[in-house]
């Protein structure tokens, strides 16, 4: 065996190792709140702390999500014990919440943002450039800046603590985003199957209908997946805008702070409930997430 071959196998070797210290070192902490839904207080709460539950209990999970099935003195056997005055409630109603408004959120994005994308990447007029970039530029902005407005914007039109005036917002967010990513798509589909459509007849209804967004489905998955995670995450405008009966899952969470300490079994078991459908969805559309990011990035 070559020197070179040797030489070449260690790089790669090396390379393998590094990049699964940097997996492990990330995964870690998922790993980690996942065995804290597991465990007892005095288990994470021990020092030096637990790693693996000694045993696997689901009362985090019956307390955080259906509280109701939970005895009231179960907490004082002999391996529980007290750690916050009060009690939490279910959680299932904000995450019904969330799933409405984000999904409501990303519908109404890509039903305005594609054809508006679509719009920048094919049709050139007066301004066009300077329009792609004022949709850019509002990005730019701090979310805290414009937070205060639009909460006194919604409270005089009554959307406060509405579905319809969180959605609305998210909107607002997520239309950049689905702009410019579906502008990167749509400049990849060459302009002579359109010019092909409209010799045969094809208008531009059909022609956007029929043929480019079945060319584009890639990329709108891709761009929907984006817009799922940022609203799904989202907290600011989330705990300004909605109240009891329209919190969402991020600020259920935020809940789980009590007076006399945090509920760190309950919040876990909440994160990871939540935490599973997106890492399901991102695992079966993962190769779409990677066009998506490289989208527009390289030109052939």
Same mark, same amino acid.
Request: a positive charge; charged letters at 15%; glycine letters at 6%.
């Given at each position: 065996m070559s020197v070179r071959i040797i030489r070449r196998t260690l790089d790669t070797l090396g390379t393998h190792i590094l990049l699964l210290a940097i997996a492990c070192l990330f995964a870690l902490p998922t790993f980690w709140v996942f065995m804290t839904s597991f465990k007892t207080p005095r288990e994470y709460y021990a020092?030096?702390?637990?790693?693996?539950?000694a045993q696997f209990h689901l009362f985090h999970y019956r307390k955080a999500f259906a509280p109701w099935t939970v005895n009231p003195t179960e907490m004082a056997t002999s391996y529980w014990i007290e750690e916050s005055a009060g009690r939490v409630e279910s959680v299932t109603p904000q995450i019904i919440?969330?799933?409405?408004?984000?999904?409501?959120?990303v519908l109404l994005s890509l039903a305005v943002g594609t054809p508006a994308a679509y719009s920048v990447s094919r049709y050139r007029f007066k301004g066009s450039k300077d329009l792609s970039f004022w949709v850019l530029s509002t990005r730019m902005m701090p979310p805290i800046v414009t937070a205060v407005p639009l909460y006194w914007v919604m409270r005089s039109v009554g959307l406060v603590g509405t579905h319809i005036g969180l959605i609305m917002v998210y909107v607002m967010i997520n239309l950049p985003f689905v702009v410019w990513m579906m502008k990167g798509f749509f400049d990849d589909i060459p302009i002579e199957i359109e010019e092909a459509a409209?010799?045969?007849g094809c208008g531009t209804v059909a022609l956007f209908w029929r043929i480019i967004l079945p060319l584009a489905i890639g990329g709108i998955v891709a761009t929907a997946l984006f817009c799922v995670f940022l609203s799904w995450n989202e907290? %600011?405008?989330a705990v300004i805008l909605t109240d009891k009966d329209s919190q969402t899952l991020p600020v259920a969470l935020s809940l789980f702070r009590q007076d006399r300490g945090i509920l760190w079994g309950q919040m876990s078991a909440v994160i990871v409930v939540a935490t599973l459908p997106i890492l399901l969805i991102t695992l079966f559309l993962q190769?779409?997430?990677?066009?998506? %990011?490289?989208a527009g990035a390289v030109k052939t």
């Open positions: 020092m030096p702390p637990a790693f693996l539950p919440n969330s799933v409405i408004i984000t999904f409501g959120s409209r010799i045969d907290f %600011l405008f190769k779409q997430v990677v066009r998506g %990011l490289t």
